[in-house]
Nanobody, 122 residues
Framework: QVQLVESGGGLVQAGGSLRLSCAAS????????MGWYRQAPGNQRELVAR???????NYADSVKGRCTISRDNTKNTVYLQMNSLKPEDTAVYYC????????????????WGQGTQVTVSS
């Protein structure tokens, strides 16, 4: 079992900032990448930002320059610093881990957090 515990969502005014955190624990053999996705009502889940174990990052065009993803490999924790938030950033944000379970043959799969609500008021 792999657990992802998210924190940091909430309500903020446009132009404000939030920092999301996600800690992975449990029976995981290897983490290849960690990231954040979001889903607004009526929309598909979309990538916000992703970071590999080696530190390679990629961002959605809509958040480039406003968000920074980072991770602490020693704590299996990923962070998303979001600045200059806009009402269109309102969504449920999901932590994602691209990892391999501890049981042989260490199948690679996606793990998901329960989601944290981010609401940006205008």
């Amino acid at each position: 079992q792999v657990q992802l515990v998210e924190s940091g969502g909430g309500l903020v005014q446009a132009g404000g900032s939030l920092r999301l955190s996600c800690a992975a624990s449990g029976s995981i053999f290897r983490i290849n990448a960690m990231g954040w996705y979001r889903q607004a009502p009526g929309n598909q889940r979309e990538l916000v930002a992703r970071i590999t174990t080696g530190g390679v990052t990629n961002y959605a065009d809509s958040v480039k320059g406003r968000c920074t993803i980072s991770r602490d490999n020693t704590k299996n924790t990923v962070y998303l610093q979001m600045n200059s938030l806009k009402p269109e950033d309102t969504a449920v944000y999901y932590c994602n881990v691209d990892g391999q379970g501890s049981g042989w043959p260490h199948i690679r799969r996606d793990y998901w957090g329960q989601g944290t609500q981010v609401t940006v008021s205008s």
